[in-house]
């Protein structure tokens, strides 16, 4: 029996509690005998300590409540990534898996024959997953509703928050000039995770200067300095992007090389403002729509009046499939906006967003100290302890109606997008879901944590978190996931 399978298992819940147990398929006997020779505890992990690593862990039974193995499982330490463990289980109980973040188009003005008499406002609803298709709808539904010129502006309003203050020196760097896609501006009216997307191909012939354009749109948006020369075939290819923002606004910088024979590439980079961004994006769709705005685009941090009305609407994709994407690619903007969503004063920011994770974690019995100052985990500053980890996963396993979307959020490191868990015996890679975290600056930080299925068929919670310093050497992911792997083997396999 798989864990997915079984995880969604109806007969296998009873008041939170699993009662029914049955022997996972793929254990065989040798291995069971074999699991004699393995201690049930984190002896192997442990050995990290010897080289200056901090370490918190804890795996327990959930059905007796037993421990184990721990080592300090009070402790404090950093959780990167695993913080969104907390924000999956915070919003599925804030908001239910079905959620719908909603984007609209209002207006304060009247329609007359086809013409807007007044400004045209888009609302950001704080949807983490709003793309171009989503505002190629309200444009379509906008020109459906008989709007053919907009006699004012187009507005993009993110009056619930945005621009949000940096807090990272990497999304600080890159209000003005960013080499990832993962630092982001955060926005409530932020599209396509507040990135640029440009695509590159090769040219007809060797020499030539490849092919650019914008993902998403026909439209000159923004500025390329393509410097990116096509090769003969099987030549490799190596592309090297920066945006950088100056006098031109967002500038997408390629350098490099691609092979007459290779595939397309899309490059994916933060823009300088998400919301200005959007505004970009949202004019030229309304002109491919034969819409014309008289005036220039602007961005609002203010909210609409309250006489505005709705001229077209989106509902984004329900908050269990957001979660897929935030937890299986660890996807830091669409986490920091989700976070940001769980604050209900305009203009939050994300020191609130985090205020907001650690109420709902203290009303936890058991949890303990949490500090969190966002909900992607990108910064050193969040705290907890394998302890608090291992009580909400237990808390949400005990969630009936929550637990099935919040488990299917996690990997299978035997099936996960993430090839760097694809390791370990059999018994790890199938019996195991969890969720990542890494960070290196300012100092290493490897953390996992999630669920397990033991041989005969009990659930179990772990969590380790795996923390070094300015003077500890870099920590690889092996050095974790392999100890790891074989300490949670012992336990699967004994019990």
């Known amino acids: ?55 918190s862990a804890e795996a327990r039974l959930l059905d007796a409540d037993e421990v184990l193995a721990s080592l300090n499982p009070e402790r404090q330490l950093s959780p990167a990534s695993v913080t969104k463990a907390y924000l999956a289980a915070a919003t599925l109980e804030r908001f239910g898996p079905q959620h719908r973040f909603t984007s609209q188009l209002v207006t304060a003005g009247n329609v007359d024959n086809g013409v807007l008499r007044g400004d045209l406002v888009f609302e950001g609803g704080g949807d983490p997953g709003l793309t171009t298709e989503n505002l190629w709808r309200l444009v379509q539904r906008l020109h459906l509703a008989g709007v053919r010129e907009v006699d004012g502006a187009l507005v993009v309003s993110q009056w619930r928050f945005g621009p949000v203050e940096c ?30 997307c440009v695509n590159v191909a090769p040219a007809a012939s060797a020499g030539e200067p490849a092919r650019v354009g914008l993902c998403d749109s026909q439209a000159s948006l923004i500025n390329i300095d393509n410097q990116v020369v096509t090769r003969p075939a099987n030549s490799g290819t190596e592309i090297s992007a920066e945006r950088i923002t100056d006098e031109r606004g967002d500038v997408m910088r390629l350098t ?7 595939n397309a590439q899309d ?10 961004k959007t505004a970009q994006v949202l004019m030229g769709m309304l002109e491919q729509a034969g819409i014309q705005v008289r005036e220039p ?12 009305r709705r001229l077209a609407a989106v509902d984004g994709q329900p908050l269990q499939e957001l979660l897929l994407r935030i937890m299986n690619y660890s996807n830091n903007y669409m986490a920091d906006v989700l976070a940001l969503d769980l604050v209900d004063t305009p203009q ?12 709902y974690a203290q009303n936890l019995p058991g949890h303990g100290p ?27 396993f005990q969630q009936s109606s929550l637990f099935p979307s919040f488990v299917a959020s996690f990997q299978s490191p035997a099936n996960g997008v993430m090839r760097f868990i694809r390791r370990g015996s059999p018994t790890f890679q199938n019996n195991v879901m969890l969720k ?7 100092f290493a930080v490897r953390a996992a944590a999630g669920y397990f299925r033991t041989a005969q068929g009990r659930w179990g919670v772990f969590s380790v978190m795996v923390n070094g310093t300015s003077s500890t050497p870099y920590l690889s992911w092996p050095e974790v996931l392999d100890p790891l792997s074989l300490d949670l083997d012992a336990m699967i396999l004994a019990n």
């Open 436 to 442: 990542t975290g890494t960070l290196n600056q300012p």
């Open 267 to 276: 490059i994916y980079r933060g823009a300088g403002d998400a919301a200005d």
């Open 297 to 308: 685009w602007r961005v609002s941090s203010t909210r609409p009046p309250s006489n505005a």
């Open 1 to 55: 029996m798989d864990f997915l399978h079984a995880s969604f298992l109806g007969s296998f819940f009873a008041s939170g509690r699993v009662r029914r147990r049955a022997l996972v398929a793929g254990f065989a006997t040798a291995a069971l005998c074999a699991s004699s020779t393995l201690f049930a505890d984190f002896s192997r992990l442990s050995q990290l300590q010897d080289k200056g690593f901090s370490i």
């Open 370 to 396: 949490l500090t969190m100052y966002s909900g992607s985990g990108l910064t050193t500053e969040n705290r907890t302890s394998a302890q608090g980890v291992n009580v909400m996963l237990e808390h949400m």
């Open 256 to 262: 490099g090389q691609i092979s007459t024979n290779a």
């Open 167 to 196: 807090i990272t020196t990497d999304r600080c760097n890159a209000r003005t000039r960013v080499a990832n896609a993962y630092s982001a501006p955060l926005s409530s009216a932020g599209v396509n995770f507040g990135s640029w």
């Open 348 to 359: 939050a920011q994300l020191r609130q967003a985090g205020q907001a994770i650690e109420s």
